[in-house]
């Protein structure tokens, strides 16, 4: 009786030591399965922060552009926003945002104010962002020239350029009369000295100063 008792007692030992290493072994393994997920994560995180960095590298310089456009026709931004105070036009008081046409993409022809192809569709896109967003603003729509003829002359025809922007506005894309202005700057408020054909060209330009 004694000898199956200790029988018994060493196959309980060896079942709970044989248990103990399983165990053992079960846990390391889902440890070590852990850790390698782990790694794996962060293995991906890096891999994103990467391609983040990658991509505001990439775009570091077109947004230190636009900083550059929009510290240029500023003044005439806040020139607008002066007069729609005054006038009484704003219900918040805001510059939303300003939209600047470039002769490379609202193409006149010379000594003409008729808007072209390309200035249809630049307006088109505009009126689209703008019907999306859904608000109630005041447009200005700003003519300029470059320096190339009398000041009265450009005067003119940078008004006769904003009013063909307001009237296309209005009758393609319903924006009402009474949310739209036209000025000219004429060659009065230039973006670069006009001394060459692509200054002049961006010196050519219509722009929508966008307020709430």
Known sequence: MRQMNLMLLLVITVGVIAGGCATKEYVRGEVETS???LSDRLAGVETSVEKNQEMLAGHSGEIDRLSTETA???KTAQDALDRAIAAGKLAEGKLLYETVLSDDSVRFGFDKSELSREAKAALDAFSSDLIE???GVYIEIQGHTDSTGPDEYN???GEQ???SVLRYLNAEHGLPLHRLSAISYGESAPLEENSTREARAKNRRVALVVLK
Do not use: I, K, Q, T
């Open 35 to 37: 850790e390698g997920r």
């Open 161 to 163: 350029r904003a009013e």
């Open 72 to 74: 240029e026709v500023s």
């Open 155 to 157: 005067l003119r025809l």
């Open 133 to 135: 967003r859904d608000e």
